[in-house]
């Protein structure tokens, strides 16, 4: 089954990181008046903002605000530090409600200075102890794996099926699984784990970029869509044929891309989104 | 069950990319009077030199030459570039045959221009167009599965699970697999595959070294084993009651560590080996 042509951007989100010359207030701006409809928010764009405000401007602006970035961080050997990343955690899901978002995306964190079994065990200790307080508010929980070359201190759920095992074992209904193409596009089993988590009801998240070809910096060298290796089509088609229906959303950190001109990277992105995504 | 005491340097193997900056006679005269016993010979090494001779002089050291590295990139789009693989194989085969050692191993290759299903297929067709010649050579073909960050360009097998399957499907003796942590410390399944490995005869070499906590390159940043957050003692644990019994090869590419004094950076490879490996 091929990927169906995305021939309006009602199902394009952008990070406000994707974008990260400009202010939140910017973004929603341009996003909005280039068309696109969803808009996933970081925190740090956040800040000395009145969160409830902005989210009211970025509706006015006409953007569903598909999730706030991020929750997570649970590993750490030091058991204050686990405290007080649940205390986080627990502030990014009253940020959540205040903005008008539904969910939170989780980089679940990992520290080298313990086993990632430990890591993995407090992972899902930590969100386990979040899931009642997102529940309340109604706000979902999106665990993203990410790539093994962020075991060391970013997060020690590497794979879609550690994903999808660990949202099957917590087993709420808040909590899901984000799939990134740039994280997974090399598991051998993507396919069917995406089948699999989309069948379970935890597909919650797609975000989309590219792999640059040679990647120069193993955090913020990503590429837009079309420029690398990763067959972004082939996995939206897989993404769809497991019935997702959500946002497709951009999200690109890229010394690079940065430099741009954002109005013209605004442009690209869309172009790039209608013909390589 | 945990790791025995490295007591001695009788398992110590050198790959002589990790000490780059000496030839391959000083190398060998330097990690001989240390006391290694072993050392993996990389094609640049050779080059202007006459294998054979060379091969001699690294026994008169008292050394085994463990293995030659590297055969592989067998995928291609390009199907006449897939040709001059298999005829490069061919040429290591000779080579190590003229070296005197039992073993190649494989960076079996990935091309970005095409799925990574395509470069798996090729992998496979290639190993199997080279086994008669390494049959008929006596060289062993050791399948290297390299860390996801290299799936673009250099490998695309990345787990042990798909080495493991990729040996067993070409059910020759000669075609086996080398574990290196630096690769697959992250995988949630690293244990029972390195235990199915050596159960099927597979398990035919082990390199060691670290992931640097951050890592500032994606190829040669490695580090010297304690020196970052890979679990060595624990996977050699693993190894070891697996059955494996050959060399722990030490295995470093770093643009630091090959500025400092090569003399200084062997002595700490060795108290490396002894107490974190």
């Not at 394009?12 to 808009?39: D, M, Q, R, Y």
């Not at 109604?138 to 665990?143: F, R, S, W």
């Not at 962020?150 to 074992?169: E, G, V």
């Not at 990763?230 to 950190?253: D, L, M, Q, T």
Request: aromatic share 8%; glycine share 6%.
């Amino acid at each position: 089954m091929s990927a169906k042509p995305l021939t309006d951007l009602s199902q394009l989100c952008i990070h406000t990181i994707t974008t990260k010359p400009w202010n939140i207030e910017t973004a929603a701006h341009n996003f909005s008046a280039a068309g696109v409809k969803g808009i996933t928010v970081w925190r740090d764009a956040l800040e000395g903002r009145n969160i409830r405000q902005t989210g009211q401007l970025l509706r006015d602006q006409g953007l569903s605000i598909v999730s706030l970035c991020r929750g997570g961080f649970f590993a750490n050997q030091d058991k204050t530090r686990r405290r007080t990343a649940l205390d986080d955690n627990r502030k990014a899901i009253e940020e959540a409600a205040e903005l008008g978002t539904s969910m939170i995306v989780l980089v679940c964190g990992s520290d080298p200075a313990q086993s990632l079994d430990d890591s993995r065990k407090q992972i899902q200790d930590g969100i386990a102890a979040i899931v009642p307080a997102a529940v309340a508010a109604g706000i979902k929980l999106a665990i993203e794996p990410l790539h093994p070359m962020y075991a060391d201190t970013r997060s020690a759920i590497n794979t879609l099926s550690q994903a999808n095992a660990m949202a099957s074992a917590l087993n709420s209904p808040s909590v899901g699984v984000a799939v990134d193409v740039y994280h997974l596009w090399w598991d051998p089993h993507l396919e069917p784990e995406i089948k699999l988590c989309s069948g379970k009801g935890h597909l919650f998240a797609f975000h989309i970029c590219d792999w640059n070809v040679p990647t120069q910096d193993l955090l913020l060298d990503r590429g837009l869509m079309g420029e690398g290796c990763i067959p972004v089509k082939k996995i939206r088609s897989w993404v769809e044929a497991a019935g997702f229906n959500g946002f497709y959303e951009v999200e690109i950190f890229s010394n690079k891309l940065w430099k741009d001109d954002q109005s013209q990277f605004l442009k690209k992105i869309i172009k790039a989104y209608q013909e390589n995504s």
